[in-house]
């Protein structure tokens, strides 16, 4: 009984379903999109700061 109410839900709402589906990635993408993009805005920075004071191994890092 329930395999049926399950096939039958299933061909009535599968566009339905599908639409949830691909709003679920699209923004779980976004997000992972703006963060890596927010990362690497952070590491050029510290990249330019490193380009600035020359030597590696003497810059000290500012965490806040």
């Known amino acids: 009984m329930n395999i049926y109410l399950f ?3 299933w061909s ?7 639409s949830l589906i691909l ?3 699209l923004l779980t993408a ?3 999109f703006s963060v890596l993009n927010e990362r690497t805005e952070l590491r050029r920075g510290i990249h ?4 600035l004071n020359g030597n590696y ?3 000290i890092h500012d965490p806040s």
């Open 7 to 9: 096939r039958k839900y």
């Open 57 to 59: 191994d003497l810059v």
């Open 23 to 25: 709003s679920i990635v």
């Open 48 to 51: 330019e700061g490193y380009e």
């Open 12 to 18: 009535k709402h599968k566009g339905r379903l599908f």
């Open 30 to 32: 976004s997000a992972v």
